[in-house]
């Protein structure tokens, strides 16, 4: 990796926890340098393959939009290349344990613009967290449970749809939709609420 950030010449920012994503690329401007920034709360297992990913992203730039003038897709087929060459020098029982490889080699046949987006990699990943006591997945918390997401929003569980749980924010009253891996600090039981949207 030290060898890629040389060979790349790219700024590496590590930054504060983003809700929205795990890492993000930034081309060159005006000649600045390419511009990667991940988030500082990842393990070390999430960490390299969101580095990688955004590195993939680097690459997908110097081969086709710099060298051909070609317009890509940020997650097109020409990413999806780039990001499975240079994960593949990771791809061992050195670096990854036995469930994050076997997780990340089926993520890997079809990689989607985040990890996150794969619900089972994402769960194997979350296994080798430092899990803060408050906080648990919202697929483990009972329907109607009243629950804290981020630093001061509030919402109430409710059933879950094809693949994200509706929930309603007790503040506006609107329905937003969680993943079953959401992180978020349980306040207490309450009555199941309807969550259908009006």
């Not at 890997?108 to 613009?113: G, R, S």
């Amino acid at each position: 990796m030290a060898d890629w950030i040389l060979h790349f010449n790219f700024n590496l920012k590590i930054t504060e926890n983003r809700a929205s994503k795990l890492g993000d690329y930034r081309p060159p401007i005006n000649n600045s340098r390419h511009s990667i920034t991940i988030n500082h709360n990842l393990n070390k297992y999430a960490f390299l393959i969101t580095l990688v990913h955004e590195i993939a992203h680097l690459t997908t730039f110097e081969k086709y939009q710099r060298s051909l003038h070609k317009r890509v897709l940020p997650h097109g087929e020409e990413w999806k290349q780039e990001y499975k060459n240079l994960m593949r020098y990771y791809l061992n029982e050195q670096i990854f344990p036995e469930d994050v490889m076997k997780a990340l080699i089926q993520y890997m046949h079809n990689p989607a613009a985040s990890s996150c987006a794969d619900e089972n990699l994402l769960r194997v990943l979350r296994r080798h967290d430092i899990r803060r006591k408050s906080w648990v997945h919202i697929e483990e918390l009972a329907i109607g449970t009243t629950f804290r997401y981020g630093k001061n929003r509030f919402f109430v569980k409710g059933e879950r749809g094809r693949k994200r749980f509706k929930c309603v924010e007790l503040g506006s009253k609107r329905v937003y939709l969680f993943s079953p891996l959401a992180e978020v600090v349980p306040v207490n039981q309450t009555s199941p609420v309807n969550t259908e949207k009006k």
